[in-house]
């Protein structure tokens, strides 16, 4: 009799670790279910998400104008872009041969810049890549002998490679400079480099895009241009380009990295 209870003992307490067991293992497993489940929706949801930009980045897209790099008032022309001769269809403006396609955008620009100051006049705008290879080997010349106004102001002599490197800071090598394209024009108070008034070129620069035209080489966008800060060129990008570029103070070499193709 007390074997058979004690066998009857045994066999329950069998049975219970046997059950203790099982539900120990499903509820490790649910544990596990609902950790992988977790893990998945916080996979979803983080894929789900769209990237987040940057304030600044998000107003240069939410205003972009539908424009691409390959629109002809958009053409980037320096050193390293350079273009054989364009040969633009031509139109005389006060003295000086413009694209046609901005000879009137050019009428009204320069009549805004004489209200602003009489003397405003335009002193060149488009030369052809012969012309510009003339230009800038004479300035080289004159930079190698120290001549009067080149930078090369010591009046010693120095290398060639010395005299290219001085002028490509302000006159750029043939086939290099967007004079060739007709769409740049250099007007000022002055026939000289960075010697017109300062509020003047300021004012300039500020109505500039009311016509489509930058301030091409403004101070500050060298790291971009390439070109040191020339205030008396401007260059034809037509209005709502003009306009997007002067409000997110960009360079046409930065602007034109926005669009597409």
Known sequence: MQRQTKKKKLKKGRIFGGIFVLLTFIFLCVLAVNKLQSQGTKETTSSNKPAVSSPKSENKKSDLPEAHQSDWNLILVNRAHPKE??????TTVAGVQVDSRIAEALEKFLGAA???DPSEHLISAYRSVAYQEQ???GYVEREMAGAAGSLNNTGQPISREEAEN????????????EHQTGLAVDISTVDALNQSPKDVVAELRKIAPNYGFILRFPEGGKSSTGVDYEDWHFRYV???????????NLTLEEYLK????
């Not at 380009?241 to 997110?248: D, E, I, L, R």
């Open 238 to 248: 037509g209005i709502d380009n003009a306009k997007y570029m002067a409000k997110h």
């Open 166 to 177: 001085n002028v490509k800071t302000y006159s750029q090598p043939a086939g290099s400079s």
């Open 258 to 261: 926005l669009l597409p193709q």
């Open 114 to 116: 004489q209200a602003i």
């Open 85 to 90: 001769e364009l040969s633009p269809h031509l």
């Open 135 to 137: 230009l800038f080997n």
